[in-house]
């Protein structure tokens, strides 16, 4: 059941765009591998997400922006046949929490739009800063910007609304698909990980106070 699951969630038919990959023989790529190996080795989630003694946080703190957006992209793949026009007029979370989009060149002010339009938007805002070398930069000795933690939180911020979205509008599909167990992880490896460096606001993470 397990096999299929996972079968399911990594079932390259449905995922959502081309995952970003980390260049082999960089330092990211280093760091990319200490990462899931740590998360493999079935350590305490608390513990894999603090910085590796002697490395940059902004190096690590990249290194997730880019693996959580490749993690919650397929997740939400495996779910956009559920969650669809007609199903999902509105980006929310429950009757409380609804989600506008914005982004300073399309839409100038928060808009209004239907969950899949959201989604959409949303992982194509974040491949394009998450490619922007000035913003993410891969060569050796280029340094990050300043804003450059700001800009991961507005990533990770948008990003929460994902696991909001599909845990309180589509958890039924995510149990029926045999899901549940590789969705919860991924969510409490996030959730420690934003927490470890206060990357989100308090009040974002109230829809999903509960699970946390």
């Known amino acids: 059941m ?13 995922t959502f765009r081309p995952r970003k990959k980390f260049e082999p023989g960089t330092q990211r790529f280093e760091l990319y591998k200490k990462a899931q190996a740590s998360l493999k080795s079935g350590l305490d989630l608390k513990a894999v997400v603090q910085l590796p003694p002697g490395e940059s946080i902004n190096d690590w703190i990249a290194v997730h922006v880019v693996d959580f957006f490749n993690r919650i992209n397929l997740i939400y793949g495996t779910m956009s046949e559920f969650c669809t026009e007609k199903t999902c007029p509105i980006m929310s979370g429950g009757l409380k929490y609804e989600y506008r989009w914005q982004d300073d060149s399309r839409y100038k002010k928060p808009t209004k739009l239907s969950a899949p339009q959201y989604m959409c938007m ?10 922007n070398e000035d913003i993410f930069p891969t060569r050796i000795g280029v340094p990050f910007p300043k804003q450059f933690q700001q800009v991961c939180t507005k990533i990770l911020t948008r990003l929460f609304r994902v696991f909001v979205h599909v845990y309180i509008h589509h958890f039924d599909s995510i149990i029926n698909m045999g899901a549940e167990a590789h969705v919860n992880t991924c969510y409490k490896h996030f959730y420690y990980f934003i927490r470890e460096f206060s990357l989100i606001d308090h009040r974002e993470l109230e829809p999903l106070v509960r699970m946390s």
């Open 122 to 131: 949303l992982m194509d805002w974040i491949e394009m800063l998450i490619n």
């Open 2 to 14: 397990m096999a299929l699951c996972l079968k399911q969630v990594f079932n390259k038919d449905k």
